[in-house]
């Protein structure tokens, strides 16, 4: 077993050859079982090599060999404290930068990123791989570095450089595995302002951000209004849908019932890669759409290698329990590649925070945030008109129309929102998206417009790339950002 | 922790506690994990006492224990070939029946199941309890017993008194497990059609189905056009997309990866109950829709034991990573409820079938069928207009209007249902069903039309249930039905 994965050739006839009539002892194998097994092996075995710090010789994967002149690290002593009432006694925020800082420090757009993304959005002198929105980020592009110095974190909970649950505890000198705390949102906010603090930037051009970044990017305007110039919420939402907390929930079910899992503590022996693997899989169901893989894959499916071909029998072929429609191989390929990437515990706790986002006034109160604000901003604040006092004084127009079937929380949805009523703020969504739904966009824009925010640019996008759409459609996505920023 | 299960108040305790920061040897726990071992612990217990006819004494689930006086078993001592080229050397097909049969045998209805159910559609005399239909069958119901004679089986392949891959294989003596030959929906067919003729019923009145029973109604109308009068089609489809393949396939994927799945030969042993609770998670988010999750349970949270409750501290209740919203104690709660009621490789075999499921006429010339239909109608039947020559000769009209934006197989869908031409056939879909879309509906009704069945009744439900809108809506359902019927 363990010879074949060492041959990239027969480990690529392994993962498409899935015959499962092939009988041995009379009964049938599933290479695509079998790949769980072979993927261990092969982790154990790159393990013992491993450059670990750790004491113990365990493997590890390659997000815990992390290359830190790739990017740059901002450590801070003191700690943060956090929504759901525990610290971090110090952390540490990976980011890198591209562009450069004007003189007044006043050209800065943060950007935030997805749930498993790194700080490495574009290509730089010291990584020159192609980063996550490479074609978002230069000279010239929507996020143009002739104009703007752009800063993009790995999220604190995340396992690109900050500290997160692969991190150690600095109180125990072990990695905190699920004994780190609860994070929310906000918590990511108040990390990366402490790096802007550091960095000496007082206010922020644009927050900028997609999917979970989009969470980010309207929390940063609520928690610092004094500090964005600009919101951007690019497939984002204010309020997750129990629909998409259904969906995370399924991941985490399947990451945590890994035996390998072991309650988050794995890093001294074996990750749960199967776990995430499957989890993987269900993820990409949820950030592409329908009608992109009937155009693509179709009921289409795999070639069979010329060896295993059907005989010209006139049966027909036999169809695969392991991978067979091209559907089938495209999320098995997707989980392969990223099973071994990312922490399974980074995975859980992100999720879990976007699980845990929701803007409305109600949920706000009963979270330990207000104390973290600007005192300026406290209820009592002039702003803080009732929004159902400004519901007929926004700026509706017919490409603004108030909403006809609004949910019923849209007057605390809006309520919540109200510190971000001064902020120039562009929201655009994707009508085939069924992680962020057009719904949820729209909730976004009215819920702004009944808080008295009368800077919303709202768009829409059509096409068929669902929640993915942020990644490739730089025309329409990059062209929004261009003209709302410039 | 064995003693735990013993006492159903400690067990619905052990649900419903889950904080992650009560900490055994500085560790959190996690109950939503520890279920699954509590899980195996409680089968191993239960089977030792099991009345198992096996040799072996290894534990059985409840459906290894059927009770064969509640259902009548049709058993075929000849074999049945099935579309993939291999065949079942003899078969049983559990069944169930209500109301009486007409001397003439001329008022049969058969109704077919969805994935998992089992022949038990309404209470009987012999089996009082609630059967999964049980609003809809009855005197004066929609399948109305007054009139109808209604035969449900279990589907060939399934797990509940008809052959499947648990049975005992009568060439070894030993459970087929993943020996089992793939099967097609056509197959369930062929062996209805046994127990059919068995029974002297020479002509349907008509195929019903919802779902999967859906497609089988239609296979009923392909296979045997001179044997069906009507076709009813509740939320099925003509043609699996590959969106519903991907969600099915994610089932699937953790079910493998359970250790005990053991490549489906786990019958001497411990089913994969883990994987099979991932799996209906999973399957269960298809089911429903986000607009009645959203009003059912909203963005709520689960209560907590009175004794956990947390203290007047001013502090935010801390989030838990085992479920704690309402949607995720929900899932949890499915999943828990379905995982040793059914068959695991059962559940493998008929999702597959369903993935398999296509009418394009491209698909079915490469399948094994034709030999299987009636000689007259081979393809020379005169009813074989080319679908391009009806298409403007079809019963469009102003609630039927022509596909504005038509999937460009559905001429050679068109063409694969030609069979179907002459059958009045009634289509219902539910604009909320993610799993069989609405745009599914619609193309199986353009296809028939552009096959030249000026027969077709299309109807379209709104609502929030999604796809569980033919197990909830017996208003609306059931009157579609009682009119198409009558």
């Not at 129309?401 to 009523?421: F, I, K």
Request: charged share 15%.
């Amino acid at each position: 077993m363990s010879l074949l994965f060492k041959s990239p050739l027969t480990r690529s006839a392994r993962r498409f050859t899935c015959l499962t009539r092939s009988i041995s002892n009379n009964r049938p194998h599933f290479p695509c079982v079998e790949a769980h097994a072979l993927r261990e092996s092969h982790i154990r075995k790159s393990g013992l090599s491993s450059t670990s710090s750790s004491s113990d010789d365990g493997p590890e994967p390659p997000y815990a060999r992390p290359n830190p002149k790739s990017y740059h690290v901002y450590h801070d002593p003191s700690p943060l404290s956090l929504t759901y009432a525990s610290l971090l006694p110090s952390f540490d925020v990976a980011y890198e930068t591209w562009g450069t800082l004007s003189p007044r420090k006043d050209n800065v757009i943060l950007l935030h990123t997805g749930l498993s993304a790194s700080s490495h959005a574009a290509s730089t002198p010291t990584n020159p791989s192609e980063g996550w929105w490479e074609k978002f980020i230069g000279p010239g592009k929507p996020l143009d570095t002739n104009n703007f110095f752009i800063i993009c974190t790995n999220v604190i909970g995340g396992c690109y450089g900050s500290t997160g649950p692969s991190s150690i505890d600095p109180t125990t000198g072990k990695h905190y595995g699920t004994n780190f705390p609860i994070l929310s949102i906000f918590d990511m906010i108040r990390a990366q302002f402490r790096l802007l603090d550091h960095l000496g930037v007082k206010k922020l051009y644009a927050s900028v951000g997609c999917s979970m970044g989009g969470m980010q990017s309207l929390a940063a305007g609520w928690l610092h209004p004094e500090r964005v110039g600009k919101v951007v919420s690019i497939s984002g939402t204010a309020r997750s849908s129990p629909s998409a907390v259904a969906m995370r929930y399924a991941q985490r079910s399947v990451l945590m019932a890994d035996p390998n899992w072991n309650n988050g503590f794995y890093y001294d022996g074996l990750p749960p890669h199967t776990g995430m693997k499957l989890a993987r899989q269900i993820a990409t169901i949820t950030y592409r759409s329908g009608p992109e893989w009937d155009s693509r894959f179709g009921r289409q499916l795999r070639q069979l290698p010329s060896s295993s071909t059907p005989e010209e029998s006139g049966l027909p072929r036999t169809p695969a329990l392991c991978p067979d429609f091209l559907i089938e191989t495209y999320l098995d390929h997707q989980g392969e590649q990223f099973c071994l990437k990312y922490d399974a515990n980074s995975l859980i706790y992100i999720s879990k925070a976007m699980d845990l986002f929701d803007m409305t006034a109600s949920t706000l109160k009963t979270l330990n945030l207000q104390a973290h604000r600007p005192s300026t901003l406290s209820s009592d604040d002039s702003s803080s008109v009732p929004p159902s006092q400004v519901m007929h004084k926004t700026s509706h127009s017919k490409s603004h129309p108030p909403p006809v079937n609004p949910p019923p929380y849209l007057p605390d949805l809006a309520e919540g929102m109200q510190p971000l009523a001064h902020i120039p703020t562009l929201i655009l969504g994707v009508q085939s998206d069924i992680l962020f739904t057009v719904e949820q966009q729209r909730e976004m824009a009215d819920a702004l417009r009944m808080a008295g925010n009368d800077g919303v640019s709202y768009y829409e996008l059509g096409g068929v790339w669902g929640h993915d759409t942020f990644l490739l459609d730089v025309l329409n996505v990059g062209g929004a950002i261009r003209g709302f920023l410039s």
